[in-house]
């Protein structure tokens, strides 16, 4: 688990007013907040993530990231000022969102439908804080070049696929497959850093803090 300093309070309170906590588990949206210089605590939490019936992917991204951030809110009301932040993503062929694969057969048949062809790739974050509430969505196209079956079957048998929505991470060797991407990079890795920057200079919190986060 990723864990920052302590928040300070009373002579300090620009930089350390809030203590952030980040309700995920993804090791790549703590790498990103991480990456700007955001202290923060890691505090998974579980919701459903079910899509509602005629649910707009975009619509659905925000939704499960407001979610997630209210759940956490909840569950951390006893740690004080604080800053919660819930992230989705969601990739999405032919307007179905293809969700983290079963298994390997799962992960196969989403590769094969990518190949060639281009997909959206929809980031949400939202944040609470006691200044209140924001939300932000990033949207972004990648384009695969076309795969052939042996190189699908051998990406998939490298495990990287399994936890990963549409069955693929483009920072790791699946960058090799996308031939174009339009929009953000760290919002195809799960948390697109422009919008969760500008969410938390909105919900009070600087980035580039003076000192890393400690792992």
């Given at each position: 688990m990723m864990l920052?300093?302590?928040?300070r309070t009373g002579d300090t309170p620009d930089v350390y007013q809030y203590l952030v906590y980040l309700a995920s588990a993804s090791p790549r949206r703590q790498e990103l907040l991480a990456q700007i210089r955001v202290r923060h605590r890691v505090h998974p939490v579980v919701v459903d993530e079910a899509v509602a019936a005629g649910e707009a992917p975009a619509d659905y991204v925000v939704r499960v990231?407001?979610?997630?951030?209210?759940?956490g809110w909840e569950e951390t009301a006893d740690k004080?000022?604080?800053v919660?932040?819930?992230?989705?993503?969601?990739?999405?062929?032919?307007?179905?969102i293809l969700g983290k694969p079963a298994d390997h057969l799962a992960?196969?048949?989403?590769l094969s439908?990518?190949?060639?062809?281009?997909?959206?790739?929809?980031?949400?974050?939202?944040?609470?804080?006691?200044?209140?509430?924001?939300?932000?969505l990033s949207r972004s196209r990648v384009t695969f070049r076309r795969l052939e079956p042996e190189e699908i079957a051998a990406y998939v048998a490298t495990g990287e696929p399994t936890d990963k929505a549409g069955g693929y991470g483009i920072q790791g060797?699946?960058?090799?497959?996308?031939?174009?991407?339009?929009?953000?990079y760290?919002?195809?890795?799960?948390?697109?850093?422009?919008?969760?920057?500008?969410?938390?200079?909105?919900?009070?919190?600087?980035?580039?803090?003076?000192?890393?986060?400690a792992s």
């Open positions: 920052a300093s302590p928040a990231a407001d979610e997630k951030a209210a759940r004080g000022p604080r919660v932040l819930g992230a989705d993503t969601a990739v999405v062929l032919d307007e179905a992960a196969g048949a989403m439908s990518l190949s060639g062809r281009s997909h959206l790739v929809y980031s949400a974050v939202s944040g609470i804080s006691p200044v209140g509430r924001e939300s932000r060797i699946a960058a090799m497959f996308a031939a174009r991407l339009e929009g953000s760290s919002g195809v890795m799960g948390l697109p850093l422009f919008e969760t920057a500008d969410l938390l200079g909105a919900l009070g919190v600087p980035v580039l803090a003076p000192s890393p986060v």
